[in-house]
């Protein structure tokens, strides 16, 4: 049986001839086949997959130089584009459509030596907690086939968790990584705003959107983001600093005394879980009988984080999804109708499920003329003042510990009914995007309910090497 511990064992079993490409490739698309219930896949890249292991293998063989990803199976949420490959954003309203050029994410991935297995099912545009508004039917949690794996990239989330590939990429608008992670039971990281480029990611709100890693090991996350972060011409919003090494950052990491600040109102809100409560306040005692400062911030925006959230991003759905109008590119009402108008109107509305159509129509009533300043403008000075907050807190702190999602993984049907309900439960996550900072979810808890649960740890812009070590440290039950 072909067995994986983390990237770097899988490799030296390749270099010293132990297994080859092919024979992960074919271990994986066994996998998948054999828990295809899980709907975690859309498409299965087979042909192309056993094809770059091929080539792989005789790269190895020629002895020319491997890329840091050789070998490596991976699995891309349905929101990114990969060349020659359909790419539906789990919605039917691209029907047909293949994408005509790599994202800048998959074009490093393949040059450093990955290979691409199949593309995850997730909420339709990325609009969702729990996986449930694909058009292409839920994702089931591995664990717990009752339960949700979380959203929107819940598919991605459970090619990890059921081990269908080593690592996989999902997008983070508002949690859509870092949630899902916490439901499975494995790491999920969204990086800072911009240091991943967006082209190629579909967008939902581009000023949120960050393209996010799932792994069971921190190291292989940090080599993935290694390999795929960095300064892009197509992307104008990502960041040109420069990107740390941040696989090698976690060896040889000396012991320090982190300062670590949490809000106090985050764990005394009455959505969360005594259980998730009680775990993080347990973890804050031995943090702090360790020898690290862990102290309470004072966050009056509780609050308003998730109506800032869900206004700003409707509000910037409602635009970016105009593009899709039935004559560009996917679905396309038939002959039934009168006028442009009405054939935009038809093949909208057939095209785009209910969440996307309840979204695009919130974020154009929070544009229009009159209601504008009370909700667009509100949510935009929220959005400032956190920035602010945010900044206070890491001119003293290095970082910030929280829960990921006020409960575990909760059962299908158990919140989709009110939408309310749902973007509450968002609460702990659109805070990272709001401020634009990165956010790890940890897979340290287990719930009395038999599924595990996360801790979230946020740090300041660029600073994905602390919140790397640290969640290293604390997966590994190292001294800190
Ligand atoms: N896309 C995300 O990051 C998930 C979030 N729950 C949303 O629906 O907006």
Redesign the pocket.
């Known amino acids: 049986m072909f067995s994986f511990h983390s990237i770097k064992d899988y490799q030296s079993t390749l270099l010293n001839g132990q297994t080859t490409c092919v024979e992960a490739v074919s271990y994986y698309l066994q996998q998948i086949e054999a828990q295809k219930h899980l709907n975690a896949f859309l498409e299965v890249f087979t042909e192309d997959a056993l094809a770059q292991a091929a080539r792989l293998d005789a790269l190895q063989l020629s002895g020319k130089p491997l890329g840091k990803l050789h070998g490596v199976v991976v699995s891309i949420k349905d929101v990114i584009c990969y060349k020659g490959h359909t790419v539906s954003a789990g919605s039917k309203i691209l029907e047909g459509f293949t994408s005509v050029y790599n994202a800048t994410a998959v074009e490093k991935l393949l040059a450093a030596g990955a290979i691409i297995i199949g593309r995850n099912n997730c909420?339709e545009f990325?609009?969702?907690?729990s996986n449930e508004?694909s058009a292409f039917g839920p994702v089931l949690n591995a664990l717990d086939n009752e339960r949700v794996p979380g959203?929107?990239?819940g598919g991605s989330a459970v090619a990890v968790q059921a081990g269908l590939c080593m690592i996989s990429l999902g997008?983070?608008?508002?949690?859509?990584?870092r949630?899902p992670a916490d439901f499975c039971g494995i790491i999920g990281l969204k990086p800072g705003y911009g240091r991943i480029s967006r082209y190629g990611l579909i967008a939902?709100?581009s000023s949120?959107?960050q393209i996010g890693i799932f792994g069971t090991q921190v190291s292989d996350v940090a080599l993935a983001l290694e390999v795929i972060a960095g300064a892009d011409d197509f992307d104008s919003t990502v960041s040109h600093q420069p990107i740390p090494a941040f696989s090698e950052s976690l060896q040889n990491t000396s012991p320090k005394k982190y300062r670590i600040a949490y809000f106090k109102e985050a764990l005394e809100h009455p959505s969360l879980d005594t259980e998730i409560a009680n775990a993080i306040k347990t973890l804050i005692t031995q943090l702090q009988s360790e020898g690290h400062t862990v102290e309470p911030v004072a966050f009056d925006l509780l609050d308003y984080i998730v109506p800032a959230?869900?206004i700003l991003?409707t509000a910037e759905a409602s635009s970016n999804l105009s593009r899709f109008d039935g004559i560009k590119y996917g679905y396309a009402a038939k002959d039934d109708f009168a006028n442009l108008t009405d054939f935009y109107k038809k093949s909208r509305s057939a095209g785009f499920g209910k969440?996307v159509k309840r979204?695009i129509m919130l974020g154009t009533f929070v544009l229009s003329a009159g209601y504008y300043d009370a909700y667009f403008t509100k949510a935009q000075q929220v959005r400032r003042m956190l920035q602010e907050t945010t900044k206070q807190v890491f001119g003293n702190y290095d970082v910030i510990i929280a829960p990921t999602v006020p409960s575990p993984a909760f059962k299908f049907g158990e919140k989709s009914n009110d939408p309310i309900e749902?973007?509450l439960?968002?609460i702990y996550?659109?805070f990272a995007?709001l401020v634009g900072i990165p956010g790890i979810s940890i897979p340290l808890f287990k719930h009395s309910s038999g599924v595990p649960f996360g801790l979230q740890v946020m740090a300041a812009q660029d600073n994905e090497v602390t919140l790397l070590q640290l969640s290293d440290s604390l997966l590994q039950n190292k001294p800190l």
């Open positions: 909420d990325a609009m969702g907690s508004n959203g929107s990239s997008s983070d608008t508002g949690g859509s990584v949630q939902y709100a949120f959107d959230y869900y991003t969440e979204r749902m973007f439960a968002d996550t659109v995007n």
